[in-house]
């Protein structure tokens, strides 16, 4: 089955930086673009970036970008989220989800979404 574990989340000072890891397994890594989505306390889910499967593009959503960079090792099936110059709004649970392409034949050719969700990690960034 499809298994999503985050880890390196914990307090952190403004100004400073973290490093998320997601083991993937259950999937051919490989094959899949790949997501970050967090949650702060009392909002919503915020998409925060988006690796496709070679990991040669990369999209980031604007409150994150030059701050923040996504990566992935599929020799190791690994996802990674490296965030520098943490700011107390980014304290949220941090998700790592796969993607899903699916082709359609319309005028389109294709939807994707995103099929599974790791249980997520939390960062806090405080003084």
């Known amino acids: 089955q499809v298994q999503l574990v985050e880890s390196g989340g914990g307090l952190v000072q403004p100004g400073g930086s973290l490093r998320l890891s997601c083991a993937a397994s259950?999937?051919?890594?490989?094959?899949?673009?790949m997501y970050w989505v967090r949650q702060a306390p009392g909002k919503g889910l915020e998409w925060v970036s988006t690796?496709?499967?070679?990991?040669?593009?990369?999209y980031y959503s604007d409150s994150v970008k030059g701050r923040f960079t996504i990566s992935r090792d599929n020799a190791k099936n690994t996802l990674y989220l490296q965030m520098n110059s943490l700011k107390s709004e980014d304290t949220a649970v941090y998700y790592c989800?796969?993607?899903?392409?699916?082709?359609?034949?319309?005028?389109?050719?294709?939807?994707?979404?995103?099929?599974?969700w790791g249980k997520g990690t939390l960062a806090t960034v405080s003084s």
């Open positions: 259950g999937f051919t890594f490989m094959n899949y673009w």
């Open positions: 989800v796969k993607g899903i392409t699916v082709v359609t034949g319309g005028s389109a050719g294709y939807y994707y979404g995103l099929d599974y």
């Open positions: 690796i496709n499967t070679g990991g040669g593009s990369t």
